[in-house]
């Protein structure tokens, strides 16, 4: 059995499941329709859900960082936000900084190794975990989107921006900064490219759009990764574009073929290898173009 039998509208359910436009017992029933070439209900949902043991692609105490979790003002949620800071090894000066946004589960191990990756290409990042003031990410994905559903997106957002502004008085940080975010954590990147005007660069990944009223306010160059089955969210494509060139934005949009929401994370069947690898190599050079480093 693998991922060429699976009819593409499973991922689509799945997509609908992880973003709560479904419950579990809808899904499941969903999902019977699909459950052939040896493929049983269990058998799809144990496939689908994320395997975070054997994805990851730089561990915790990889000795090429260094890593620490430190914690901030949350300025609406209440009590502080833990987040995950990495940096290269050895560093003693000053280098530009990412703010790394999380999915809509918290900061899940997925998140911190890619956190790690890009602290490896020179940066040093900053993961928030916006689920900080209910306790923090609570080791599973569905537990972590309930709790993700308990928090006012806009003060979430308010968390990420006074992430930012932690890391713009790093010790270690040169105040050019950029920030990259996976779906919920693309729209934050969107907003925080609207709300925050000295943010450099921003690199929303399948994220829904800032406001159109907002893009006016955009200083941040910014690049767009999409993926072609995301209807959801690609439905504010064209708008959004066509905001951002009237209003002459430093920005580019990318499109990936045959991927779903979701490519770039590799601890899921939806991860596309190919376009995980290439938008990624993308973003990291748009980040050192845009920040230096």
């Known amino acids: 059995m693998n991922k060429a039998d699976i009819h593409p509208k499973v991922f ?15 899904f499941t029933d969903q999902l019977s329709a ?11 949902m144990a496939y689908l859900m ?10 915790a105490d990889d000795p090429r960082i260094v890593s620490t979790y430190v914690n901030y003002p949350s300025p609406k949620g209440g009590g502080t936000i833990k987040a995950l800071l990495c940096m290269p ?8 900084g990412i703010v790394v946004v999380h999915e809509n589960r918290g900061l899940n191990p997925h998140i911190e190794d890619v956190a790690r990756r890009a602290a490896l290409e020179g940066f040093i ?14 080791g599973n994905d569905d537990e972590g989107r309930t709790l993700h559903g308990k928090r006012n997106p806009h003060e979430m957002l308010a968390d990420f921006i006074a992430g930012f502004e932690y890391l713009q008085h790093h010790a270690h940080c040169n105040g050019k900064i950029g920030v990259v975010g996976f779906c919920f954590g693309g729209w934050i990147a969107n907003m925080m490219a609207a709300r925050i005007p000295a943010l450099l660069a921003a690199a929303p990944f399948y ?25 959801s969210i690609n439905a504010g494509i064209d708008a959004y574009e066509k905001a951002l060139q009237d209003n002459n934005k430093d920005f580019i949009i990318y499109h990936y073929p045959n991927t779903h ?20 190599n993308r973003t990291i050079a748009f980040f050192k173009e845009q920040l230096g480093g």
């Open 12 to 26: 689509e359910l799945y997509n609908d499941y992880a973003h709560n436009r479904i419950s579990k017992e809808d």
């Open 207 to 231: 994220g829904a759009q800032a406001p159109l009223e907002e893009v006016p306010s955009i200083k941040a160059a910014l690049q767009l990764h999409y993926a072609e089955s995301d209807a």
């Open 34 to 44: 699909y459950a052939h070439n040896g493929w049983t209900v269990p058998g799809l």
């Open 89 to 96: 090894a050895g560093n003693t000066g000053k280098i530009p």
């Open 125 to 138: 990042t900053l993961a928030p975990d916006a689920l900080s003031p209910l306790g923090g990410y609570p």
């Open 50 to 59: 994320p395997d975070y043991k054997a994805a990851i692609q730089v561990k």
């Open 261 to 280: 929401h979701g490519f770039h994370n590799d601890t899921t069947p939806r991860y596309d290898k190919a376009a995980a690898e290439l938008a990624w």
